[in-house]
């Protein structure tokens, strides 16, 4: 049972464009979520997080929200740049006092175009 | 500053074998998770030590087992190779499992294949 799910494996932007991938959750406990990017041969890179008390966390070109009520939470990326094409999780947590075993989604390929 | 670093960088493996892979913790982090991710998916956790003690696992059998040494770095051995197990092993480190805010850094992965 996939608690955490992107539901599109791809993403074509063009360069200056919003980019914007979605996240939906099946698990209600769930209290702390973040997204992570992913270059090949490369681990996971923290992007950034959101509390499950705030519907909205901003950091630079990124902002992601997040709505409760519906289990979705949203990365915005404005403007998109060739350098974002990566691939982009999104994962939960249910302990904002241990967030390291956190719950991935499968995954969006995100690619930039000139 | 060190980041997390993983060996080996790739392993093949036939059933039935063992396997240790291996992880360096960034500089300073007292705590190492591992996930499993297979081809398509996202990562899937493992387990996490914290301070040389399992801390939390996660839906895997036994064979799969873990150690954390006393500077912290840390091993992942998995017992009776499936050819399931093929895949990219990532370890991540973190201060103090992680307390909001102190994010988790991820090593470069190792990735198994088992034949």
């Known amino acids: 049972d996939q608690q955490v799910k992107q539901n599109s494996p791809s993403l074509s932007v063009q360069e200056g464009r919003i980019s914007i991938l979605n996240c939906d959750y099946t698990n209600s406990m769930f209290d702390y979520f973040l997204w992570y990017k992913k270059y090949p041969a490369e681990g996971p890179t923290f992007l950034i997080s959101?509390?499950?008390?705030?519907d909205k966390n901003e950091d630079g070109r990124f902002t992601v929200f997040l709505n409760k009520s519906a289990k979705h939470l949203s990365l915005h990326i404005v403007p998109s740049q060739p350098g974002d094409s990566a691939v982009y999780f999104c994962a939960a947590s249910g302990n904002t006092y241990n967030t390291d075993k956190l719950i991935f989604g499968t995954g969006t390929r995100l690619q930039v175009f000139p | 500053e060190t980041g997390v670093t993983q060996s080996p960088t790739h392993l093949i493996k036939t059933r039935g074998q063992q396997v240790t892979l291996r992880c360096s913790s960034q500089s300073g982090h007292n705590t190492v998770s591992w996930y499993q991710q297979a081809l398509g998916q996202g990562p899937q956790f493992i387990f996490q030590y914290y301070r040389e003690e399992e801390n939390g696992r996660g839906n895997f059998p036994p064979r799969f087992s873990g150690l954390q040494f006393p500077n912290y770095s840390s091993e992942l051995n998995v017992n009776a190779l499936e050819l399931d197990d093929s895949a990219l092993y990532l370890c991540?480190?973190?201060?103090?499992?992680?307390?909001?805010?102190?994010?988790?850094?991820f090593g470069p992965g190792t990735r198994l294949t088992v034949t």
């Open positions: 959101i509390s499950s008390i705030k």
């Open positions: 991540a480190s973190s201060l103090d499992r992680a307390v909001l805010g102190h994010e988790q850094y």
